[in-house]
């Protein structure tokens, strides 16, 4: 299993959109629509924030999409509010009941 | 809500075993399958393993032979024990629920530090 590419970190002033990608492979994201987005705000326990590669759970906010072209996935927020900033990871099923992650993105709000 | 609580020794001596139990609370731990997830200090995060409701279990080929999980139903907690750790297993621990589709709560997670 290889970890998922997402790049170290992203930023954006209030108001923008920024999109946050996530690379795997054909074994992983190219192949299964199971890739899920979370936020994490050090110290607390991570949030679901898109999950089946375009859902969102109840209560997160439409500023938040997410999409996918082949092996790449990718999170998207628009009209970027200071409590967007955090660290959003990726994750994808690879099969055989496994799963595999992004090594994590700092999105910073200016 | 669904909460999770990883709790147990923050520091384990190199080729001991580390050990950790995960409490839930707002929901029955006899369904779903409950998973144990890590992040080394500066690294991304790594799947562990997961047990089901019914006691089957699935782990990281990598870890596979060092890892037990077991899960706890009358006290609704699960755990983890991985064996000959040495300082790569020095990681920030998450234990972690596994919907139908995603990994859908978590705990905040507990720092275990392999030193001698």
């Known amino acids: 299993q290889s970890a998922l590419t997402q790049p170290a970190s992203v930023s954006g002033s209030p108001g923008q959109s920024i999109t946050i990608s996530c690379t795997g492979t054909?074994?992983?994201?190219?192949?299964?629509?199971?890739v899920s987005w979370y936020q994490h705000h050090p110290g607390k326990a991570p949030k679901l924030m898109i999950y089946?590669?375009?859902k969102r759970p109840s209560g997160v906010s439409n500023r938040f999409s997410g999409s996918k072209s082949g092996n790449t996935a990718s999170l998207t927020i628009s009209g970027l509010q200071a409590e967007d900033e955090a660290d959003y990871f990726c994750?994808?099923?690879?099969?055989?009941?496994?799963?595999?992650f992004g090594g994590g993105t700092k999105l910073t709000v200016l | 809500q669904v909460q999770l609580q990883e709790s147990g020794p923050g520091l384990v001596k190199p080729s001991e075993t580390l050990s950790l139990t995960c409490s839930v609370s707002?929901?029955?731990?006899?369904?779903?399958?409950w998973s144990w997830i890590r992040q080394p200090p500066g690294k991304g995060l790594e799947w562990i393993g997961y047990?089901?409701?019914?006691?089957?279990?699935n782990f990281n080929p990598s870890l596979k032979s060092r890892v037990t999980i077991s899960l706890d139903t009358s006290k609704n907690q699960f755990s983890l024990k991985l064996s000959s750790v040495t300082a790569a297993d020095t990681a920030v621990y998450y234990c972690?629920?596994?919907?139908?589709?995603?990994?859908?709560?978590w705990g905040q997670g507990t720092l275990v530090t392999v030193s001698s």
């Open positions: 972690a629920r596994e919907g139908f589709t995603a990994i859908d709560y």
């Open positions: 707002g929901g029955s731990i006899s369904s779903y399958y």
């Open positions: 047990i089901s409701y019914s006691g089957s279990t």
């Open positions: 054909s074994s992983d994201v190219g192949t299964y629509n199971v």
């Open positions: 089946e590669v375009n």
């Open positions: 994750c994808s099923y690879a099969g055989s009941s496994t799963w595999v």
